[in-house]
């Protein structure tokens, strides 16, 4: 599953653990900021997951939930970094 979210890639996968038999879930977020390419990784397994699309629903998810967070915390510090400088 490929979408993007806040001119981010998410990528997103799932495969099999072959012990448990469960779906074990991967995403891959990438982004340009300025001139410097970025990426996050996030990899579970963080639950049991008895289908690929649920595994791969759930990790979209906590990426948005990633992105989400880290654009709130990199808009406040510039918020602070420009109230210093006035």
Known sequence: MNLYYKNRLIIVSARVDENT????????????AHESPGSHTIVGPLHSFGSWREAEQNMS?????????VSDAAYT???RSETRRN
């Open 21 to 32: 038999r469960d779906w074990v879930p991967a995403t891959d977020i990438t982004w340009e």
């Open 61 to 69: 998810e906590l990426a948005r939930i990633w992105i989400d967070e």
């Open 77 to 79: 510090n510039r918020i």
